[in-house]
């Protein structure tokens, strides 16, 4: 397809990982045009304009960087009936770089699945201009080390577990619901409002950025030991649902 930007048009591409024979995610015959792995495979991770879309459970094990102008990485939970599509990354090592990156669920779908990141202890995953994380319980885990170098970052519906390092800069940081259900939430249990989860086990420093969470039974929850840094000050949150 092409963009058309006035007297401008720059041609822009879509890549499906091959779910259908698998192979690796940091490979570029693992990716094709078409979702089966019929059509045309990419000649570079470093495309611009390109669209890269996982609809399947995969795996990084080594350093990825898709960090070309205006590119998306996209994993994409079903919102079809009858579909029990729910894809897991796994960045299980090396160092992963995205420009954007969107952790999909149809958010207007009575059927949408949930989509899921899991980082490695020993993996780096960074994300650059957009991060965007969907509803229906989609979650990222951290057990390494995540970089959110975002503008904005805003989730309802949906789980931030950090059991590693994560480190916000100059991002403002939304934890929120889409409504004001009023339904009890006890720590340990699962809400049937559709709010935000964060739990930290780890250490999250967020130097420079800026912290909201809001509606009522939104989470945000500091384990023992847990660190929680704004503009380098430890912050006193433990255990605690905070709301406005």
Same mark, same amino acid.
């Given at each position: ?105 149809? /958010? ?103 912290? /909201? ?32």
């Amino acid at each position: 397809g092409y963009y058309s930007f006035g007297n401008r048009t720059v041609e822009y591409k879509t890549y499906y990982y091959n779910c259908a024979s698998g192979g690796d995610i940091t490979e570029l015959s693992s990716w094709s045009t078409k979702p089966y792995g019929d059509g045309i495979n990419p000649s570079s991770f470093d495309l611009d304009y390109a669209t890269w879309i996982i609809q399947c459970d995969a795996e990084i094990t080594k350093d990825l960087a898709i960090t070309g102008s205006n590119t998306n990485i996209v994993l994409q939970g079903s919102g079809l009936p009858n579909s029990s599509r729910t894809p897991t990354l796994t960045i299980s090592g090396g160092k992963t770089e995205f420009v954007s990156f969107k952790v999909n669920s149809p /958010t207007i779908s009575e059927h949408a699945q949930p989509s899921h990141v899991v980082v490695g202890s020993g993996a780096d995953l960074t994300v650059y201009e957009t991060l965007s994380l969907g509803t229906a319980e989609s979650s990222i885990t951290n057990n390494g080390t995540m970089n959110v170098y975002v503008e904005e970052f805003s989730f309802y519906d949906s789980w931030v577990k950090n059991n590693g390092t994560m480190n916000f800069r100059n991002c403002d940081l939304t934890i929120h619901s889409n409504n004001q259900q009023s339904n009890a939430y006890t720590i340990g249990y699962e809400s049937s409002s559709t709010v935000g989860h964060f739990i930290n086990n780890g250490t999250v420093d967020m130097t420079n950025s800026g912290l /909201t969470v809001k509606d009522r039974f939104t989470q945000l929850y500091n384990g023992d030991g847990a660190v929680w840094k704004i503009d380098n000050t430890t912050s006193a949150i433990k255990k605690t649902i905070l709301f406005d």
